[in-house]
Nanobody
Framework: QVRLEESGGGSVQAEGSLRLACEASGFPFNNYCMAWFRQAPGNEREGVAAIDRDGSTFYGDSVKGRFTISKDNAANTLYLQMNDLKPEDTAMYFC????????????????????WGQGTQVTVSS
C-alpha cells in the first residue's frame, strides 16, 4: 500500500524559506517518479517540481530559481527546499508518486500521478 506523508509546512514571511519533506512507504521508491504539487483555494492543483528516477529535475515556471526538489533514496524521502518565498506561494502542498514508463520523464500534470499525500499547508505573509 502506497503511503505518502508530507511535513514541514508552516507560516513564514515573504523572502523566507521552508523545507518540505515527504516520507514514502509501500512501494520501490527508487523506481518511481516523484513530484510536488500545490493548490490554493479556488485554484486548480498545479505542478511545482518533479524528479525522475535518475535524479533529473523539472520545475514549474513560477518557482524556477527559488525551489529545489531532491530525494534521499536510502531514507525513502522526497524534499522541496523553498527559498525567497512569496505570498503567491501560499497553498496546500502535496507529494505525488507514480511508476512512469522507462522512456517517459517525470511530469508536472496531475493526471500523471495516481498516488498522493494528504498535503501540508504553506502560508506566506507580506
Amino acid at each position: 500500500q502506497v503511503r505518502l506523508e508530507e511535513s514541514g509546512g508552516g507560516s513564514v514571511q515573504a523572502e523566507g524559506s521552508l523545507r518540505l519533506a515527504c516520507e514514502a512507504s509501500g512501494f520501490p521508491f527508487n523506481n518511481y517518479c516523484m513530484a510536488w504539487f500545490r493548490q490554493a483555494p479556488g485554484n486548480e492543483r498545479e505542478g511545482v517540481a518533479a524528479i525522475d528516477r535518475d535524479g533529473s529535475t523539472f520545475y514549474g515556471d513560477s518557482v524556477k530559481g527559488r525551489f529545489t526538489i531532491s530525494k534521499d533514496n536510502a531514507a525513502n524521502t522526497l524534499y522541496l527546499q523553498m527559498n525567497d518565498l512569496k505570498p503567491e506561494d501560499t497553498a496546500m502542498y502535496f507529494c505525488a508518486a507514480d511508476l512512469f514508463p522507462p522512456t517517459v520523464p517525470a511530469g508536472l500534470t496531475v493526471r500523471e500521478y495516481a498516488n498522493w499525500g494528504q498535503g501540508t499547508q504553506v502560508t506566506v505573509s507580506s
